[in-house]
């Protein structure tokens, strides 16, 4: 992947509402992966997800789903019902055939009570 | 199973002074990274190892930071001297296998402050 675009600075939402966060990817290759990782004000990333450019089937996970449109090179991440626990950067990044994981620059989430 | 461990989680060095951290990935997991991370932007990788063999470190700066694995499985990274700007959280990451192809679960990272 040659560049992962994350338009969202920051998003701030009251607990319960249900809050997507869009990325945006660049490749110029047919096999490649994606990924979303948490990043919570410990400091530790977190693996959330990845998919595989060849598997178009879009996830639920919990209060967690993705949406993988190839179409529109995005691979969308969507909370539902927020807990104030949700609150932290979330990363998107993509992985290509050179074995180089690009990122995104990050979202911060804000859950407010 | 154990994660990705790192030591320190938070050093403060003065600059021009050198610091070293450490990392041992999950068991098993052949290919190592360390990150850069600076506030507010997203990883930047540093160096990757492939078991005791360096497979990309173009963007270390060499001058200053080095990076060894010796027996291919824990690693260390080292800043001598170190400048203000290398202020970040160093993570470390592991993967069975090439980034593109497996997924890299991180540990969690030492915070440097160079003042």
């Known amino acids: ?113 | 199973e154990a994660g990705v461990a790192q030591s320190p989680r938070y050093k403060i060095i003065e600059k021009r002074q050198s610091v070293a951290f450490w990392c041992n990935p999950i068991s098993g997991h052949a290919t190592l990274y360390w990150y850069q991370q600076i506030l507010g932007q997203g990883p930047k990788l540093l160096i990757q190892f492939q078991n005791n063999g360096v497979v990309d470190d173009s963007q270390l700066p060499k001058d200053r930071f080095s990076a060894e694995r010796l027996k291919g499985v824990d690693s260390t990274l080292k800043i001598q001297p170190a400048k203000l700007e290398d202020s970040a959280v160093y993570l470390c990451a592991s993967s069975s296998t090439p980034p593109s192809t497996d997924t890299q679960y991180f540990g969690p990272g030492t915070r440097l402050t160079v003042l």
């Open chain 1, 1 to 113: 992947a040659q560049k992962v675009t994350q338009a969202q600075t920051e998003i701030s939402v009251v607990e319960k509402e249900d809050v997507t966060l869009d990325c945006v990817y660049e490749t110029r290759d047919t096999t490649y992966y994606l990924f979303w990782y948490k990043q919570p004000p410990s400091g530790e990333l977190v693996f959330l997800i990845r998919r595989n450019s060849f598997d178009e089937q879009n996830e639920i996970s919990g209060r967690y789903s993705w949406n993988f449109q190839k179409s529109t090179s995005s691979f969308n991440f969507t909370i539902t019902a927020s807990q104030v626990v949700d609150s932290a950067v979330y990363f998107c990044a993509a992985g290509d055939s050179n074995y180089q994981l690009i990122w995104g620059a990050g979202t911060k989430l804000i859950i407010k009570p």
